[in-house]
């Protein structure tokens, strides 16, 4: 995909002459490489449009930098289409907050009444033969149940699982497993065959607890298709979520649409939650989702394993869909605003990948700074979504001055060192009190810490692009 991409705006760069003519051809080749990625026709004919409407063709003519205008407009276009406008509802400490989890349970026989499907010309939840919405493997939603909860645990919450998904022989044993595993409290039942039942007695329970985050796990597959909707619907009103998460394989591909529109047309689906994006699937059935539910995207799965889960994080997102890799705006952002001399020294501490707390503590300080070094710190994937994000600048500096406030109570071997075994207990309390935090904090902090240096991990041995170098797309 990024090839032909690459290709078509290549031809368009060394065009002598820049008309309605090259353009289309351009946006065509864009658009080709776009569906293969399973992004939604209709969609590609709205960018296609847009884009026409933004490019100023004189201004392409004229510009020094034809590649680049376009990358930008499309990258752009790309991006405003991931964003529906609104946050998602986010759960707060303390506060009980249900969230249910739907999404479809895949299997292959087609000729079940699984084979029927929902459309959007047939919002009566009546039966139609039409293709069937399923076309691959599970979506991951008890697995992605039980990494969400897992992922609001580590931050302090207290979550709770609730096995609602009473149609697949197993369902509950799976839930079981997983929240053991990450000690976490479920409920479900193995007689229990009302779903409805069971939602509402594990969402009582829990309540009961104290829990603040009560996640209900549903069932993806029924007889009918359409029951499968109506149990969706009554699930909903009775336990009445604060968020309804809809769970989305990568590699459905043009499915997502009717998929996720079927959905939202039975609950209210606040959220989406794309999984197995660590496979060979671009993800272009993110942008359908988005579209059907006008919800954003909050996390991706990228593995089965338990913190194999990321806040998402549009523009490297994007990045991949387009097929320049994930690091090629964090490249160019360093050519771009930092100073000619400062860049080899960052460059070298990139390339050896090593990431000591002391590194981080400058590294905030630049953020903090707003300084260039700072500003492209804040396009570091992974670094700037969970760090800092959009609409709680505010916080995100309060935070990171605690943190930075905790390393200051440190010794210089603790932070030169990249053992994270030296992080003892008896240090971690050493800190706290040096630095009159509670011991969570300075665990938060080190737990940031080790998700930063997995990050900056990643750029080691990376063939670091002169300026000039980069091909973006
Ligand atoms: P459900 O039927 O929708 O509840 O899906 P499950 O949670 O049972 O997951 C189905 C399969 O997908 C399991 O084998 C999971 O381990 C796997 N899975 C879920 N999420 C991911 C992911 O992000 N990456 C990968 N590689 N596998 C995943
Ligand atoms: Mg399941």
């Given at each position: 995909?990024?090839?032909?991409?690459?290709?078509a705006?290549?031809?368009?760069?060394?065009?002598?002459?820049i008309?309605?003519?090259?353009?289309?051809?351009c946006?065509?080749?864009?658009?080709?490489?776009?569906?293969?990625?399973?992004?939604?026709?209709k969609?590609?004919?709205?960018?296609?449009?847009?884009?026409?409407?933004?490019?100023?063709?004189?201004?392409?003519?004229?510009?020094?930098?034809?590649r680049?205008?376009?990358?930008?407009?499309?990258?752009?276009?790309?991006c405003n289409?991931?964003?529906?406008?609104?946050?998602?509802?986010?759960?707060?400490?303390g506060?009980?907050?249900?969230?249910?989890?739907?999404?479809?349970?895949?299997?292959n026989?087609?000729?079940?009444?699984?084979?029927?499907?929902?459309?959007?010309?047939?919002?009566?939840?009546?039966?139609?033969?039409?293709k069937?919405?399923l076309v691959?493997?599970?979506?991951?939603?008890?697995?992605?149940?039980?990494?969400?909860?897992?992922?609001?645990?580590?931050?302090?919450?207290?979550?709770?699982?609730?096995?609602?998904?009473?149609?697949?022989?197993?369902?509950?044993?799976?839930?079981?497993?997983?929240a053991t595993k990450?000690?976490?409290?479920?409920?479900?039942?193995?007689?229990?065959?009302?779903?409805?039942?069971?939602?509402?007695?594990?969402?009582?329970?829990?309540?009961k607890?104290?829990?603040?985050l009560?996640?209900?796990?549903?069932?993806?597959?029924?007889?009918q298709?359409?029951?499968?909707?109506?149990?969706?619907?009554?699930?909903?009103?009775?336990?009445?979520?604060?968020?309804?998460?809809?769970?989305?394989d990568?590699?459905i591909?043009?499915?997502?649409?009717?998929?996720?529109?079927?959905?939202?047309?039975?609950?209210?689906?606040?959220a989406?939650?794309?999984?197995?994006?660590?496979g060979?699937?671009?993800?272009?059935?993110?942008?359908?989702?988005?579209?059907?539910t006008?919800?954003?995207v909050?996390?991706i799965?990228?593995?089965?394993?338990?913190d194999?889960?990321?806040v998402f994080?549009?523009k490297?997102?994007?990045?991949?869909?387009?097929?320049?890799?994930?690091?090629?705006?964090?490249?160019?952002?360093?050519?771009?605003?930092?100073p000619?001399?400062?860049?080899?020294?960052l460059?070298?501490?990139?390339?050896?990948g090593?990431?000591t707390?002391?590194?981080?503590?400058?590294?905030?300080?630049?953020?903090?700074?707003?300084?260039?070094?700072?500003?492209?710190?804040?396009?570091?994937?992974?670094?700037?979504?969970?760090?800092m994000?959009?609409?709680?600048?505010?916080?995100?500096?309060?935070?990171?001055?605690?943190?930075?406030?905790?390393?200051?109570?440190?010794?210089d071997?603790?932070?030169?060192?990249?053992?994270?075994?030296?992080?003892?207990?008896s240090?971690?309390i050493?800190?706290?009190?040096?630095?009159?935090?509670?011991?969570?904090?300075?665990?938060?902090?080190?737990?940031?810490?080790?998700?930063?240096?997995?990050?900056?991990?990643?750029?080691?041995?990376?063939?670091i692009?002169?300026k000039?170098?980069?091909?973006?797309?």
């Amino acid at each position: 995909l990024g090839g032909s991409i690459s290709r078509a705006l290549a031809q368009m760069s060394n065009a002598t002459v820049i008309d309605e003519k090259v353009l289309n051809d351009c946006l065509n080749e864009i658009s080709r490489a776009l569906l293969q990625s399973d992004v939604q026709f209709k969609m590609v004919r709205d960018m296609q449009t847009n884009i026409k409407r933004i490019v100023n063709l004189e201004a392409l003519a004229a510009g020094t930098n034809k590649r680049r205008i376009m990358q930008q407009a499309v990258f752009t276009e790309l991006c405003n289409m991931l964003d529906p406008g609104k946050p998602s509802f986010t759960p707060k400490k303390g506060k009980p907050s249900v969230v249910m989890f739907v999404g479809l349970q895949a299997h292959n026989d087609v000729h079940s009444g699984l084979g029927h499907r929902l459309t959007a010309s047939n919002p009566t939840h009546k039966l139609k033969a039409v293709k069937p919405l399923l076309v691959s493997g599970s979506s991951g939603k008890t697995t992605t149940c039980t990494k969400y909860a897992y992922y609001h645990q580590r931050k302090g919450f207290k979550p709770a699982l609730v096995c609602a998904d009473t149609f697949r022989a197993g369902a509950f044993d799976q839930l079981k497993q997983n929240a053991t595993k990450a000690k976490i409290p479920f409920y479900g039942s193995y007689m229990e065959s009302d779903p409805v039942k069971i939602a509402v007695e594990g969402v009582e329970r829990f309540k009961k607890e104290n829990c603040d985050l009560i996640i209900v796990d549903t069932s993806g597959r029924h007889k009918q298709e359409a029951a499968l909707f109506e149990e969706m619907r009554q699930v909903s009103e009775a336990t009445k979520p604060d968020l309804v998460i809809f769970v989305m394989d990568s590699s459905i591909g043009q499915a997502a649409f009717d998929q996720a529109q079927a959905f939202k047309q039975s609950v209210s689906v606040g959220a989406v939650i794309i999984t197995k994006m660590d496979g060979h699937a671009k993800g272009g059935g993110a942008l359908s989702a988005v579209a059907a539910t006008k919800s954003p995207v909050i996390f991706i799965g990228t593995g089965e394993h338990i913190d194999e889960f990321e806040v998402f994080d549009v523009k490297p997102f994007v990045s991949r869909l387009l097929g320049m890799g994930d690091w090629s705006g964090f490249m160019d952002k360093i050519h771009e605003v930092v100073p000619t001399d400062q860049q080899p020294e960052l460059l070298q501490k990139l390339s050896e990948g090593s990431f000591t707390l002391r590194l981080m503590y400058e590294q905030f300080q630049n953020i903090l700074k707003m300084g260039p070094i700072g500003q492209v710190f804040s396009m570091l994937p992974g670094f700037s979504a969970e760090l800092m994000p959009k609409g709680h600048e505010k916080e995100s500096q309060a935070k990171i001055k605690r943190y930075m406030t905790m390393m200051d109570s440190m010794t210089d071997a603790e932070l030169d060192s990249t053992n994270p075994k030296l992080m003892t207990e008896s240090r971690i309390i050493r800190i706290a009190r040096g630095s009159g935090r509670p011991v969570r904090d300075v665990m938060d902090m080190l737990e940031e810490y080790k998700r930063l240096a997995k990050i900056w991990g990643k750029m080691k041995g990376l063939k670091i692009p002169k300026k000039g170098e980069m091909s973006a797309l």
